[in-house]
């Protein structure tokens, strides 16, 4: 056997199951965990208020609603090849439903409670979590989806079912990049090795969520299309009907 297939094997079977994105205790240093934490704290206080400044009273419902889904959503794994699995992050699904400020804390709740309740994550780095996957995931899934929805057709099922595909697949692999790094600043593991391994698991693990993201979201578009943070045209006009009689 060649050197290279005993590498991909060691990556494959030793470290990869250990550099998921909940990061646990231990494994990032002092100093990344630390600016991560401040980077954290500080989009979690800007989220609280822009949420109570520009959200209606009714967005409140809908993030209770969404965090119950998005946490019970994860608990459910999907096979992927190599003998692991992946499961629901749920951001860029968030930031599609509420927007990025309120998406990012409907996630932050999620991580806390995952953390606290079973243990999938670390307490130290919880920091590190929202930034990688609240950040990253709920902000950079949001405004990518965005972007994409409106080259395509912003009222358009096809443009919101294109959008939310890349969007969802796409922040699942750059966080999973930004992972790795981490991890190879804080020395525990070289970055070729991580960046190998993280993305060699989650380039499959985001095709799961763009794939559950999207059924998620296309249902939503069909039946409640008014529930979209930034809601197609007819769920507009349908809403101004309905209010005018």
Not at 18 to 31: C, Q
Not at 65 to 85: D, E, L, R
Not at 110 to 115: G, L
């Amino acid at each position: 056997m060649s050197n290279p297939l005993i590498l991909a094997q060691i990556i494959n079977q030793v470290i990869q199951p250990y550099l998921a994105l909940h990061i646990p205790d231990g494994f990032l240093s002092l100093p990344v965990s630390l600016v991560t934490w401040l980077i954290a704290i500080a989009l979690i206080a800007v989220a609280l208020g822009k949420v109570q400044a520009q959200y209606k009273e009714r967005t409140v419902p809908l993030m209770g609603v969404c965090a119950a889904f998005i946490f019970a959503a994860q608990m459910i794994n999907f096979p992927i090849p190599g003998g692991t699995s992946g499961h629901l992050l749920g951001g860029t699904l968030a930031g599609v439903l509420l927007g990025p400020w309120a998406g990012t804390l409907v996630m932050t709740v999620v991580f806390i409670v995952q953390s606290v309740l079973f243990q999938d994550g670390g307490l130290t780095v919880l920091g590190a979590n929202i930034f990688n996957m609240g950040l990253i995931g709920t902000f950079g899934g949001y405004y990518l989806y965005k972007a994409i929805r409106k080259a395509v057709g912003f009222h358009t099922w096809r443009g919101m079912a294109i959008a939310t595909v890349i969007a969802a697949w796409v922040s699942v692999v750059v966080a999973s990049f930004v992972c790795a790094f981490q991890l190879a600043l804080s020395d525990t593991v070289p970055l070729n090795v991580a960046i190998t391994a993280m993305l060699s698991w989650h380039i499959l693990i985001g095709i799961g969520e763009a794939l559950i993201t999207f059924f998620a979201v296309s249902y939503i578009w069909r039946t409640r299309p008014d529930l979209f943070y930034d809601p197609p045209r007819q769920a507009l006009n349908s809403t101004r009907s309905y209010i005018s009689r």
